[in-house]
């Protein structure tokens, strides 16, 4: 089986509430070994950890403050058409 949903895909569906909440989990454990996405995953795992640091929860936990660094990465994908 094949995932053919892109990245910029998987970070809205989060982003809207509209998945099942697992939406980057599933990105990161489905993608980690593609080469074509290790520069989304890394992006993703550098937004969870500044989050972290600050004391936030995990991305996997929606929260409002990582919204704008997803927005942004979302946006960058989808003009790559990614």
């Given amino acids: ?3 053919s949903t892109k990245p910029s895909e998987y ?3 989060h982003l809207s509430g ?3 909440g697992f939406e980057l989990d599933d990105m990161l454990s489905r993608h980690d070994r593609a080469p074509e996405w290790q520069d989304v995953l890394r992006r993703v795992h550098e ?3 500044h989050h972290i640091l600050s004391g ?3 991305l996997g936990v929606y929260k409002d403050e990582a919204r704008a ?3 942004r990465l979302a946006e960058e994908l989808e003009r790559q058409g990614r």
């Fill in 69 to 71: 660094d997803l927005e």
């Fill in 18 to 20: 509209t998945g099942t």
């Fill in 1 to 3: 089986m094949t995932d």
């Fill in 47 to 49: 937004i969870n950890r």
């Fill in 11 to 13: 970070i809205r569906r």
């Fill in 56 to 58: 936030e929860p995990p």
